[in-house]
Protein backbone atom coordinates (compact mmCIF):
# COMPACT_ATOMS: atom_id res chain seq x y z
CA UNK A 1 0.00 0.00 0.00
CA UNK A 2 1.13 3.45 -0.79
CA UNK A 3 -0.11 6.83 0.73
CA UNK A 4 1.41 10.44 -0.07
CA UNK A 5 0.42 13.22 2.56
CA UNK A 6 2.49 16.96 3.04
CA UNK A 7 3.35 15.85 7.01
CA UNK A 8 3.59 12.67 8.26
CA UNK A 9 3.85 12.68 12.10
CA UNK A 10 4.63 9.63 14.34
CA UNK A 11 3.72 9.56 17.66
CA UNK A 12 0.80 10.90 19.76
CA UNK A 13 1.94 12.49 22.58
CA UNK A 14 1.81 16.22 23.73
CA UNK A 15 4.41 17.07 20.91
CA UNK A 16 3.07 14.99 17.81
CA UNK A 17 -0.77 16.58 18.60
CA UNK A 18 0.34 19.73 19.01
CA UNK A 19 2.83 20.08 16.31
CA UNK A 20 -0.42 18.74 14.08
CA UNK A 21 -2.73 21.18 15.69
CA UNK A 22 -0.32 23.98 14.81
CA UNK A 23 0.20 23.07 10.89
CA UNK A 24 -0.94 24.64 8.27
CA UNK A 25 -4.44 23.60 8.00
CA UNK A 26 -4.07 23.24 3.89
CA UNK A 27 -1.73 20.91 4.55
CA UNK A 28 -2.29 16.81 4.49
CA UNK A 29 -1.28 15.33 7.82
CA UNK A 30 -0.75 11.90 8.76
CA UNK A 31 -0.77 11.40 12.70
CA UNK A 32 0.21 7.64 13.06
CA UNK A 33 0.35 5.72 16.76
CA UNK A 34 2.28 2.52 17.23
CA UNK A 35 -0.32 2.00 20.32
CA UNK A 36 -3.27 3.83 21.12
CA UNK A 37 -3.85 7.56 20.55
CA UNK A 38 -3.35 7.25 24.61
CA UNK A 39 -0.51 4.90 25.38
CA UNK A 40 2.23 7.76 25.64
CA UNK A 41 4.01 9.39 28.71
CA UNK A 42 1.83 12.55 28.48
CA UNK A 43 -0.59 10.91 29.63
CA UNK A 44 0.61 9.94 32.61
CA UNK A 45 1.90 13.07 33.30
CA UNK A 46 1.23 14.19 36.99
CA UNK A 47 2.46 17.21 38.35
CA UNK A 48 2.14 19.78 35.44
CA UNK A 49 3.85 21.96 33.33
CA UNK A 50 6.02 25.18 33.98
CA UNK A 51 5.66 28.08 32.62
CA UNK A 52 6.93 31.56 33.58
CA UNK A 53 4.42 33.14 35.85
CA UNK A 54 4.50 36.91 33.99
CA UNK A 55 7.22 38.87 32.12
CA UNK A 56 9.29 39.66 35.02
CA UNK A 57 10.15 36.04 36.07
CA UNK A 58 11.60 35.08 32.56
CA UNK A 59 14.52 35.21 34.20
CA UNK A 60 14.46 33.38 37.10
CA UNK A 61 12.65 30.17 34.90
CA UNK A 62 15.85 30.10 33.18
CA UNK A 63 18.08 30.50 35.73
CA UNK A 64 16.27 27.57 37.67
CA UNK A 65 15.93 25.34 34.59
CA UNK A 66 19.88 26.17 34.00
CA UNK A 67 20.86 25.49 37.98
CA UNK A 68 18.92 22.21 37.39
CA UNK A 69 20.64 21.00 34.26
CA UNK A 70 24.05 21.29 35.93
CA UNK A 71 24.42 24.34 33.15
CA UNK A 72 25.01 22.15 30.48
CA UNK A 73 21.55 22.98 28.75
CA UNK A 74 21.85 24.79 25.72
CA UNK A 75 21.49 28.83 26.55
CA UNK A 76 19.02 29.22 23.32
CA UNK A 77 16.97 26.53 23.65
CA UNK A 78 15.98 27.48 27.21
CA UNK A 79 15.50 31.15 26.67
CA UNK A 80 13.16 30.02 23.85
CA UNK A 81 11.25 27.55 26.45
CA UNK A 82 10.56 30.56 28.68
CA UNK A 83 9.74 33.47 26.74
CA UNK A 84 7.19 31.20 25.17
CA UNK A 85 6.13 29.41 27.35
CA UNK A 86 3.12 31.89 28.27
CA UNK A 87 1.60 32.18 24.88
CA UNK A 88 1.68 28.13 24.80
CA UNK A 89 0.19 27.72 27.95
CA UNK A 90 -2.30 30.42 26.86
CA UNK A 91 -2.73 28.59 23.74
CA UNK A 92 -3.91 25.22 25.47
CA UNK A 93 -6.23 27.12 27.57
CA UNK A 94 -8.20 28.40 24.04
CA UNK A 95 -7.74 24.82 23.10
CA UNK A 96 -9.77 23.50 26.32
CA UNK A 97 -7.40 22.60 28.54
CA UNK A 98 -9.18 23.64 32.11
CA UNK A 99 -6.53 23.96 34.47
CA UNK A 100 -6.98 24.39 38.58
CA UNK A 101 -8.25 27.25 39.21
CA UNK A 102 -9.21 29.56 42.54
CA UNK A 103 -11.65 32.45 42.50
CA UNK A 104 -10.98 32.19 38.34
CA UNK A 105 -7.42 32.83 38.70
CA UNK A 106 -4.99 30.10 37.83
CA UNK A 107 -3.42 28.34 40.78
CA UNK A 108 0.89 27.64 40.76
CA UNK A 109 2.18 24.85 41.95
CA UNK A 110 5.78 24.17 43.12
CA UNK A 111 8.45 21.04 42.17
CA UNK A 112 12.34 20.76 43.25
CA UNK A 113 14.73 23.46 41.90
CA UNK A 114 11.70 25.72 41.09
CA UNK A 115 12.27 28.97 43.04
CA UNK A 116 8.80 30.14 42.51
CA UNK A 117 5.18 28.71 42.21
CA UNK A 118 4.85 28.46 38.35
CA UNK A 119 3.17 25.08 37.36
CA UNK A 120 -0.07 25.25 36.35
CA UNK A 121 -1.48 21.81 36.43
CA UNK A 122 -4.95 20.01 36.99
CA UNK A 123 -5.21 18.16 40.04
CA UNK A 124 -2.44 15.27 39.53
CA UNK A 125 -3.99 14.28 36.14
CA UNK A 126 -2.48 17.39 34.24
CA UNK A 127 -1.08 15.06 31.01
CA UNK A 128 -4.17 12.88 30.89
CA UNK A 129 -6.64 16.19 30.81
CA UNK A 130 -3.62 17.61 28.34
CA UNK A 131 -3.87 14.59 26.28
CA UNK A 132 -7.74 14.37 25.90
CA UNK A 133 -8.14 17.77 25.20
CA UNK A 134 -5.33 17.30 22.49
CA UNK A 135 -6.79 13.94 21.19
CA UNK A 136 -9.94 15.65 20.66
CA UNK A 137 -9.12 18.17 18.57
CA UNK A 138 -7.30 16.30 16.19
CA UNK A 139 -9.84 14.00 15.49
CA UNK A 140 -12.07 17.26 14.77
CA UNK A 141 -9.49 18.35 12.49
CA UNK A 142 -10.75 17.41 8.80
CA UNK A 143 -7.04 17.31 7.27
CA UNK A 144 -5.66 15.06 9.91
CA UNK A 145 -5.64 11.63 9.63
CA UNK A 146 -4.48 9.05 12.39
CA UNK A 147 -3.73 5.55 12.02
CA UNK A 148 -3.69 4.01 15.50
CA UNK A 149 -1.66 0.54 16.31
CA UNK A 150 0.50 1.40 13.52
CA UNK A 151 4.39 1.30 13.77
CA UNK A 152 7.34 3.04 11.79
CA UNK A 153 9.63 0.12 10.57
CA UNK A 154 11.79 2.94 9.06
CA UNK A 155 12.69 6.17 7.28
CA UNK A 156 13.07 6.60 3.51
CA UNK A 157 16.21 8.60 2.21
CA UNK A 158 16.89 10.18 -0.66
CA UNK A 159 20.36 11.31 -0.32
CA UNK A 160 20.20 13.53 2.86
CA UNK A 161 16.63 13.69 2.73
CA UNK A 162 13.71 11.86 3.93
CA UNK A 163 11.02 11.34 1.80
CA UNK A 164 8.73 9.43 3.65
CA UNK A 165 8.57 6.65 6.09
CA UNK A 166 7.74 2.59 5.70
CA UNK A 167 5.02 1.61 8.23
CA UNK A 168 3.39 -1.70 9.20
CA UNK A 169 -0.15 -1.99 10.15
CA UNK A 170 -2.22 -5.39 10.88
CA UNK A 171 1.31 -7.36 9.16
CA UNK A 172 0.74 -5.10 6.07
CA UNK A 173 3.49 -2.78 4.99
CA UNK A 174 2.75 1.21 4.29
CA UNK A 175 4.97 3.38 2.10
CA UNK A 176 4.43 6.57 3.05
CA UNK A 177 5.68 9.61 1.24
CA UNK A 178 5.60 13.02 2.84
CA UNK A 179 7.74 16.49 2.56
CA UNK A 180 8.17 16.69 6.04
CA UNK A 181 8.51 14.01 8.60
CA UNK A 182 7.95 14.26 11.87
CA UNK A 183 9.43 11.69 14.87
CA UNK A 184 7.54 12.00 18.36
CA UNK A 185 7.79 8.70 19.40
CA UNK A 186 9.15 9.63 23.13
CA UNK A 187 11.01 8.39 25.26
CA UNK A 188 12.91 5.07 26.74
CA UNK A 189 11.66 3.59 29.94
CA UNK A 190 10.78 0.36 28.31
CA UNK A 191 14.55 -0.32 28.13
CA UNK A 192 14.96 -0.19 31.87
CA UNK A 193 13.89 -2.74 34.69
CA UNK A 194 12.40 0.22 36.87
CA UNK A 195 10.21 2.93 34.95
CA UNK A 196 7.93 5.22 35.61
CA UNK A 197 6.93 5.11 31.19
CA UNK A 198 4.96 3.23 29.65
CA UNK A 199 6.08 0.12 28.45
CA UNK A 200 5.93 0.26 25.00
CA UNK A 201 8.39 3.43 24.97
CA UNK A 202 11.71 1.47 24.25
CA UNK A 203 13.36 4.24 21.73
CA UNK A 204 12.39 2.98 18.22
CA UNK A 205 12.81 7.04 16.56
CA UNK A 206 16.56 6.79 18.59
CA UNK A 207 16.75 3.28 16.92
CA UNK A 208 16.20 4.69 13.15
CA UNK A 209 17.86 7.57 13.64
CA UNK A 210 21.26 5.71 14.49
CA UNK A 211 20.83 3.28 11.60
CA UNK A 212 20.37 6.30 9.15
CA UNK A 213 23.45 8.18 10.69
CA UNK A 214 21.23 10.63 11.78
CA UNK A 215 23.16 12.24 14.60
CA UNK A 216 22.09 12.16 18.33
CA UNK A 217 23.06 14.61 21.36
CA UNK A 218 23.35 13.78 25.38
CA UNK A 219 22.18 10.28 25.14
CA UNK A 220 24.15 9.61 28.58
CA UNK A 221 21.69 11.93 30.12
CA UNK A 222 19.09 9.72 31.53
CA UNK A 223 16.30 10.92 34.82
CA UNK A 224 15.58 8.80 37.40
CA UNK A 225 12.57 9.93 39.25
CA UNK A 226 12.83 10.03 42.96
CA UNK A 227 9.68 8.59 44.07
CA UNK A 228 8.01 6.00 42.44
CA UNK A 229 5.44 3.83 44.62
CA UNK A 230 7.81 0.45 45.93
CA UNK A 231 5.83 -2.37 45.46
CA UNK A 232 7.54 -5.83 46.40
CA UNK A 233 8.60 -7.83 43.52
CA UNK A 234 7.58 -5.52 41.20
CA UNK A 235 9.34 -4.52 38.19
CA UNK A 236 8.87 -2.39 34.66
CA UNK A 237 6.30 0.12 34.67
CA UNK A 238 6.27 1.69 38.12
CA UNK A 239 3.50 4.36 39.77
CA UNK A 240 4.74 7.57 40.01
CA UNK A 241 4.16 9.48 43.00
CA UNK A 242 4.15 13.09 41.66
CA UNK A 243 6.59 15.52 42.44
CA UNK A 244 4.05 18.11 43.59
CA UNK A 245 3.35 16.05 46.27
CA UNK A 246 6.40 17.22 47.65
CA UNK A 247 6.00 20.36 46.29
CA UNK A 248 2.94 20.70 48.98
CA UNK A 249 5.24 19.66 51.54
CA UNK A 250 5.32 16.22 51.71
CA UNK A 251 8.22 14.62 53.57
CA UNK A 252 10.59 12.04 52.57
CA UNK A 253 12.04 9.59 55.84
CA UNK A 254 14.50 6.78 56.03
CA UNK A 255 13.12 4.02 57.16
CA UNK A 256 13.51 5.31 60.90
CA UNK A 257 11.67 7.73 60.24
CA UNK A 258 13.83 10.59 60.23
CA UNK A 259 13.48 13.15 57.64
CA UNK A 260 17.13 13.02 55.41
CA UNK A 261 17.12 15.27 52.34
CA UNK A 262 15.67 18.61 51.33
CA UNK A 263 12.66 17.49 49.79
CA UNK A 264 12.44 20.30 47.12
CA UNK A 265 16.07 20.35 46.07
CA UNK A 266 16.77 19.24 41.79
CA UNK A 267 15.89 15.79 41.23
CA UNK A 268 19.04 14.07 40.12
CA UNK A 269 20.04 15.02 43.89
CA UNK A 270 17.30 14.07 45.47
CA UNK A 271 17.81 10.39 43.49
CA UNK A 272 21.13 9.93 44.23
CA UNK A 273 20.29 11.11 48.17
CA UNK A 274 17.14 8.44 48.45
CA UNK A 275 19.27 5.50 47.03
CA UNK A 276 22.47 5.71 49.17
CA UNK A 277 20.32 6.25 52.40
CA UNK A 278 18.24 3.43 51.02
CA UNK A 279 21.98 1.02 50.70
CA UNK A 280 22.99 2.58 54.05
CA UNK A 281 20.05 1.33 55.64
CA UNK A 282 20.02 -1.80 53.65
CA UNK A 283 16.32 -1.17 52.39
CA UNK A 284 14.55 -1.41 49.38
CA UNK A 285 12.57 1.95 49.55
CA UNK A 286 12.32 5.03 51.82
CA UNK A 287 8.89 6.27 52.87
CA UNK A 288 7.00 9.76 51.54
CA UNK A 289 4.59 10.92 54.33
CA UNK A 290 1.63 13.31 53.55
CA UNK A 291 -0.39 11.55 56.89
CA UNK A 292 0.05 15.38 58.51
CA UNK A 293 -2.17 16.87 55.40
CA UNK A 294 -5.69 16.94 55.92
CA UNK A 295 -7.77 13.86 54.48
CA UNK A 296 -9.74 16.42 52.25
CA UNK A 297 -6.97 18.01 50.91
CA UNK A 298 -4.95 15.05 49.68
CA UNK A 299 -8.09 13.57 48.09
CA UNK A 300 -9.12 16.36 46.07
CA UNK A 301 -5.50 17.59 45.28
CA UNK A 302 -4.14 13.94 44.23
CA UNK A 303 -6.76 11.90 43.59
CA UNK A 304 -5.20 9.79 41.20
CA UNK A 305 -2.52 8.92 43.26
CA UNK A 306 -4.89 8.56 46.23
CA UNK A 307 -7.24 6.13 44.53
CA UNK A 308 -3.98 4.19 43.13
CA UNK A 309 -2.01 3.71 46.23
CA UNK A 310 -5.52 2.63 47.84
CA UNK A 311 -6.08 0.05 44.90
CA UNK A 312 -1.94 -0.99 46.06
CA UNK A 313 -2.80 -1.53 49.91
CA UNK A 314 -1.72 2.24 50.99
CA UNK A 315 -4.11 4.55 52.22
CA UNK A 316 -2.20 7.67 52.14
CA UNK A 317 -4.19 9.91 54.46
CA UNK A 318 -2.95 7.46 57.06
CA UNK A 319 0.14 5.34 56.14
CA UNK A 320 3.67 6.42 54.96
CA UNK A 321 3.94 5.66 51.28
CA UNK A 322 7.16 3.69 50.05
CA UNK A 323 8.91 4.66 47.53
CA UNK A 324 12.17 4.11 45.66
CA UNK A 325 13.91 5.90 42.71
CA UNK A 326 12.37 4.46 38.92
CA UNK A 327 14.38 6.16 35.86
CA UNK A 328 11.87 8.56 34.33
CA UNK A 329 13.08 10.76 31.47
CA UNK A 330 14.82 10.84 29.04
CA UNK A 331 17.41 14.66 28.26
CA UNK A 332 19.36 13.42 25.20
CA UNK A 333 18.05 12.31 21.84
CA UNK A 334 18.06 13.03 18.28
CA UNK A 335 20.04 16.15 17.80
CA UNK A 336 17.06 19.07 16.58
CA UNK A 337 17.87 22.88 16.28
CA UNK A 338 15.92 25.62 17.79
CA UNK A 339 13.47 24.66 14.78
CA UNK A 340 13.21 20.77 15.57
CA UNK A 341 14.99 20.25 12.56
CA UNK A 342 17.71 17.31 12.54
CA UNK A 343 20.75 16.66 10.53
CA UNK A 344 18.61 15.07 8.12
CA UNK A 345 16.91 17.57 5.73
CA UNK A 346 12.78 17.33 5.88
CA UNK A 347 12.97 15.57 9.46
CA UNK A 348 12.03 16.66 12.70
CA UNK A 349 11.64 15.47 16.01
CA UNK A 350 10.07 16.60 18.92
CA UNK A 351 9.27 15.67 22.30
CA UNK A 352 11.24 13.29 24.21
CA UNK A 353 12.77 11.62 21.44
CA UNK A 354 14.66 14.61 20.21
CA UNK A 355 17.31 16.31 22.07
CA UNK A 356 16.95 20.30 22.10
CA UNK A 357 19.65 20.76 24.79
CA UNK A 358 17.23 22.83 27.26
CA UNK A 359 17.16 20.51 29.99
CA UNK A 360 20.68 20.04 30.08
CA UNK A 361 21.97 16.56 31.99
CA UNK A 362 18.79 16.93 34.55
CA UNK A 363 15.44 18.04 33.66
CA UNK A 364 13.65 20.60 35.82
CA UNK A 365 10.51 19.42 36.77
CA UNK A 366 7.58 20.11 34.65
CA UNK A 367 9.53 21.00 32.02
CA UNK A 368 8.61 18.09 29.68
CA UNK A 369 5.36 19.25 28.37
CA UNK A 370 6.37 22.70 28.15
CA UNK A 371 9.26 21.20 26.09
CA UNK A 372 7.29 19.64 23.63
CA UNK A 373 4.72 22.21 23.09
CA UNK A 374 6.97 25.25 22.86
CA UNK A 375 9.19 23.00 20.42
CA UNK A 376 6.97 21.45 18.88
CA UNK A 377 5.23 24.46 17.55
CA UNK A 378 8.54 25.98 16.07
CA UNK A 379 8.67 22.78 14.27
CA UNK A 380 4.92 23.12 12.49
CA UNK A 381 5.93 26.88 11.82
CA UNK A 382 8.92 25.80 10.39
CA UNK A 383 7.25 23.04 8.44
CA UNK A 384 4.55 25.74 7.53
CA UNK A 385 7.34 28.10 6.18
CA UNK A 386 9.33 25.80 4.14
CA UNK A 387 7.27 22.79 2.53
CA UNK A 388 6.11 24.82 -0.47
CA UNK A 389 9.11 24.51 -1.91
CA UNK A 390 10.12 20.86 -0.80
CA UNK A 391 9.35 18.56 -4.26
CA UNK A 392 9.68 15.53 -3.46
CA UNK A 393 9.98 11.83 -5.90
CA UNK A 394 7.90 8.42 -5.23
CA UNK A 395 9.95 5.61 -5.54
CA UNK A 396 9.06 1.82 -5.40
CA UNK A 397 10.16 0.61 -1.93
CA UNK A 398 11.10 -3.49 -1.71
CA UNK A 399 9.34 -5.00 0.95
CA UNK A 400 11.07 -5.19 4.55
CA UNK A 401 9.68 -8.97 5.14
CA UNK A 402 10.59 -8.42 9.22
CA UNK A 403 7.96 -8.35 11.79
CA UNK A 404 7.37 -5.24 14.18
CA UNK A 405 9.02 -7.88 16.94
CA UNK A 406 11.94 -8.44 15.14
CA UNK A 407 12.37 -4.72 14.11
CA UNK A 408 11.68 -3.73 18.21
CA UNK A 409 14.15 -5.85 19.18
CA UNK A 410 16.37 -4.99 16.61
CA UNK A 411 15.82 -1.66 18.03
CA UNK A 412 16.36 -2.33 21.86
CA UNK A 413 19.74 -3.82 20.92
CA UNK A 414 20.82 -0.66 18.64
CA UNK A 415 19.47 1.68 21.41
CA UNK A 416 21.21 0.11 24.64
CA UNK A 417 24.29 -0.47 22.46
CA UNK A 418 24.81 3.37 21.98
CA UNK A 419 23.51 4.34 25.40
CA UNK A 420 25.57 2.31 27.14
CA UNK A 421 28.77 3.37 25.22
CA UNK A 422 27.92 6.56 26.29
CA UNK A 423 27.11 5.59 30.11
CA UNK A 424 29.43 3.01 30.41
CA UNK A 425 28.89 0.99 33.95
CA UNK A 426 26.40 4.13 34.76
CA UNK A 427 23.71 1.88 32.22
CA UNK A 428 23.48 -0.98 34.18
CA UNK A 429 23.31 0.60 37.77
CA UNK A 430 20.29 2.72 35.74
CA UNK A 431 19.00 0.05 33.82
CA UNK A 432 18.22 -2.16 37.55
CA UNK A 433 17.94 1.52 39.84
CA UNK A 434 15.04 1.15 42.81
C1 LIG B 1 6.00 14.49 38.49
O1 LIG B 1 4.81 14.76 38.57
O2 LIG B 1 6.73 14.27 39.45
C2 LIG B 1 6.62 14.38 37.15
C3 LIG B 1 6.70 15.69 36.55
C4 LIG B 1 7.89 15.73 35.65
O3 LIG B 1 8.29 14.69 35.13
O4 LIG B 1 8.45 16.80 35.50
Redesign the pocket.
Known amino acids: MENIVDVLIVGSGVSGLYCALNLDEKLNVLVVSKSNLKNTNTYL???GISTARNNNDIELFIEDTLKAGQHKNKIDSVSILANESIENIDELIKLGVDFDKENDSILYTK?GAHSINRIVHTKDNTGESVARTLINRVLERKNITVYEDTFLADIIKDKNSCIGAILIKDNEQINVFAKSIVLATGGIGGLFNNSTNQEILNGDGLAIAIKNNVKLKDINYIQI?PTAFYEEGKSGKRL?I???VRGEGAKLLDINGNRFVDELLPRDIVSKTILKKMKEDKSLYVYLDVTFMEDEFIQNRFPSIYKECLKRGTDITKEYIKVSPAQ??FMGGIEVDLNSKTSMDNLYAVGETSCTGVHGAN?L????LLEGLVFSKRCAKHINSNIESININTREIININKSVKEITKENQEIVIKAIRKECGDNYDELLNCR
Open positions: AQGEHLSEAHYRASNS
